[in-house]
């Protein structure tokens, strides 16, 4: 299984958003190479300490990326397969690994397969390639047949990922994208709903070509393990921790993200030693800057992403504290059009914040506890938070505070720590007696105490 992703910063893009490109595919306009806008992206991603690039969607689908109709091809919206290919290569000349979308629980009704099931009806070949699949009924759209939707949804068609010619399908399309473009990994969109022997398939099919290659899934609810294990995927996205990440801020509830991360990772944790994909916001949620009302909270929230166990990630633009809500029906609305500015616009909304994630991804790559550590809950309070990071004879201490004035407080240090502490975060230095701590926090900020 692939290790690199556990000492990974990952940097979140949606491509179809970012760059602009129309809200539906005509599927007879020449390729834009839109995608080449996306290699100054490149550099400021490892400016932040990007060490892996997620790319949303690429391939060739009717309107937002999740309805393939071609797994083969570049989406003509974004280019050509040339113009993927040079992205890819691109980014591994900047030292940022690449992991696409595999989206294979469903397909667009413009998927040339579904498209001749339209057409041929019970004479198509690929009538088996579809879940529940029937022609004694109608489906939403008029079609004199039925079929499976996701989640109700039937402008996304389900596959029948039993049908041997549809796992080949899909899995000769990974190979190219593995042998072709050079991608380093894949997120599995709607993990949780897709088969789990095609699952073990996919990973033993990926790791035959590439053995450092990465899978991660799409999980929102259930046990992670059931999904990231040696036969499936090497992780999952942290949704369980995402929500506490924010909510435990916007309501002053510390205890809300310290009872997750001491069930994940504490003594005992059902996810110790499995490296959660951790972030604040992505493509499907609110930018994490709309659910704080006041965005000093920002600073706190990403000193906790960044030492907390797991893989963190930021979505595009959220680096400034951009805000953006979805809308009934409409992604849009956080997944926009951005131009990348040569320096830092006075207008961006939090100027400092994209320093303060580089400030954090430098000190989460100096410090192995931070990536490997054990996880255990020193102190928690409404607006206080404090664990220890431990990995053979290193202890990190974080420190974290909500509140908008400088709390003192008082954290044990393990058995036959050091004395003498200092804070790799901000600089200083503090003794320990009698195993205790005592520590001023900045207001809406932390502390990262090692030993000196």
């Known amino acids: 299984m692939a290790t690199w992703a556990t000492d990974a910063v990952f940097y979140h893009i949606y491509p179809l958003g970012l760059c602009g490109a129309p809200a539906r595919n005509d599927f007879g306009a020449a390729p834009v190479e839109r995608l080449d806008r996306l290699e100054?992206?490149?550099?400021?991603?490892?400016?932040l300490g990007a060490t892996a690039l997620y790319l949303g969607p690429v391939f060739e689908s009717t309107a937002h990326g999740y309805d393939t109709a071609d797994y083969w091809h570049v989406d003509r919206r974004l280019g050509t397969d040339e113009a993927l290919?040079?992205?890819?290569?691109?980014?591994?000349?900047?030292?940022?690994?690449?992991?696409?979308?595999?989206?294979?629980?469903?397909?667009?009704?413009?998927?040339?397969?579904?498209?001749?099931?339209v057409e041929r009806g019970e004479a198509s070949e690929f009538a088996s390639w579809f879940a529940g699949l029937r022609f004694d009924m109608r489906s939403p759209f008029g079609d004199p047949f039925a079929y499976e939707g996701w989640a109700g949804h039937f402008d996304l068609v389900k596959l029948n990922l039993a049908n041997a010619d549809v796992r080949g399908h899909?899995?000769?399309?990974?190979?190219?994208?593995?042998?072709?473009?050079?991608?380093?990994?894949?997120?599995?969109?709607a993990a949780d709903v897709v088969d789990l022997g095609f699952q073990r398939e996919l990973a033993a099919w990926c790791r035959?070509?590439?053995?450092?290659?990465?899978l991660m899934g799409e999980v929102v609810h259930g046990d992670y393990r059931r999904w990231a294990n040696p036969d499936t995927l090497d992780s999952v996205t942290n949704y369980e921790c995402y929500k506490g990440l924010w909510s435990s801020l916007a309501d002053r509830n510390y205890f809300e993200v310290a009872y997750t991360l001491n069930r994940q990772f504490g003594r005992g944790g059902i996810y110790a030693g499995l490296p959660l994909y951790n972030f604040a916001d992505n493509h499907d949620q609110d930018r994490v800057a709309s659910r704080l009302a006041d965005p000093r909270l920002l600073y706190p929230l990403h000193?906790?992403?960044?030492?907390?166990?797991?893989?963190?990630?930021?979505?595009?633009?959220?680096?400034?504290?951009?805000h953006g809500r979805r809308l009934p029906g409409d992604d849009r609305p956080v997944r926009p059009a951005l131009e990348l500015?040569?320096?830092?616009?006075?207008?961006?909304?939090?100027?400092?914040?994209?320093?303060?994630?580089?400030?954090?991804?430098?000190?989460?790559?100096?410090?192995?506890?931070?990536?490997?550590?054990s996880y255990r809950q020193v102190l928690v309070a409404a607006e206080q938070l404090a664990f220890a990071r431990e990995l053979d004879d290193r202890t990190a201490l974080v420190a974290l505070n909500a509140a908008d004035l400088p709390v003192t407080v008082t954290v044990e240090t393990r058995a036959n720590g050091p004395e003498a502490w200092r804070d790799a975060l901000n600089g200083g230095e503090w003794r320990a007696e009698d195993g205790r701590l005592r520590v001023e926090i900045p207001p809406s900020w932390g502390r990262v105490l090692v030993g000196a």
Do not use: C, K, Q
Not at 40 to 47: F, K, M, V, Y
């Open 40 to 47: 100054p992206w490149l550099d400021h991603a490892r400016g």
């Open 85 to 117: 290919a040079r992205l890819v290569s691109a980014a591994h000349d900047r030292g940022l690994r690449v992991v696409l979308d595999g989206v294979f629980n469903h397909v667009g009704r413009d998927f040339w397969a579904f498209r001749d099931v």
């Open 170 to 189: 899909l899995l000769g399309a990974v190979r190219s994208w593995i042998v072709d473009f050079g991608i380093d990994g894949l997120r599995l969109d």
């Open 208 to 214: 035959s070509i590439d053995p450092d290659f990465w």
């Open 303 to 322: 000193v906790l992403l960044f030492t907390m166990p797991g893989v963190p990630s930021i979505y595009y633009g959220s680096e400034w504290g951009i």
């Open 341 to 373: 500015p040569r320096t830092t616009p006075a207008h961006v909304p939090e100027p400092d914040l994209a320093g303060t994630i580089r400030r954090l991804a430098e000190l989460r790559a100096s410090l192995p506890e931070l990536r490997l550590g």
